[in-house]
């Protein structure tokens, strides 16, 4: 499994364009999912081409919350792959050009090793992928609470990686019990999760491979 950072509000490598929004790339058994799109679809297609990622090898992309710097380059992704299933919250209406939209606001397994914690708080779901290792939970902005998507994800399995924004987020003891996380975009807390947790801390940024 590989997840790769396409959009975050920093980066080490000048040849990437930060700015405020998130959006990775994960592959694992043998699908590509496009989780969220940033703020800005010239950049997400940049930092794409910088990173050597063709957007039309992309089968799957997952909307976590309908906030614009999560939703921003979607036109312009679909604009060069619309042979897409689109995963997004009931409330994103008015997609075009795109194979199929599906809404899965319900907790549910969308594949094989693949489920959404569904639409918590009627405003954000969250990715969880199974693992040997166990559950990789991918998140927007985490505006439910840490806890609680851990709590949706759980259902599933054993959660062992936290990877995206987690925004206000400081009851730093419901992560104890991860073995990795890595806290992107709107994480408000990042400078004492590092502290912390040194051992499972992990950079994030544009550019940032997790290999698991």
Known sequence: ??????????????????????????????????????????ILLKNMGVLGIDPQSIGEVFISH???????GLSAFLDVNENVTLYAPSSLRGVFHVREVVYKDKPTQLHEHFYTTGLLEDME??????????????????????????????????????IGGLHGFNEFGLIQGLHSVCPTHCTQHIPEIKSMYPDMYIQGGVGTVIKI
């Not at 309908?66 to 921003?72: A, L, Q, S």
Request: aromatic letters at 10%; hydrophobic letters at 40%; one cysteine or more.
């Open 66 to 72: 309908i906030h614009f710097d999560h939703t921003g």
């Open 125 to 162: 779901q969250s990715l969880a992928i199974q693992t040997e290792k166990g559950l990789v939970v991918v998140v927007g902005c985490s505006h439910p609470g840490v806890g609680n998507i851990l709590k949706a994800a759980a259902q599933f399995g054993k959660p062992y990686m936290l």
């Open 1 to 42: 499994m590989k997840i790769t950072i396409i959009y975050d509000n920093e980066t080490s490598d000048q040849a990437l364009t930060p700015d405020w929004g998130f959006s990775c790339l994960i592959e694992a058994y043998g699908r590509r999912i496009l989780f969220d799109t940033g703020g800005s679809g010239a």
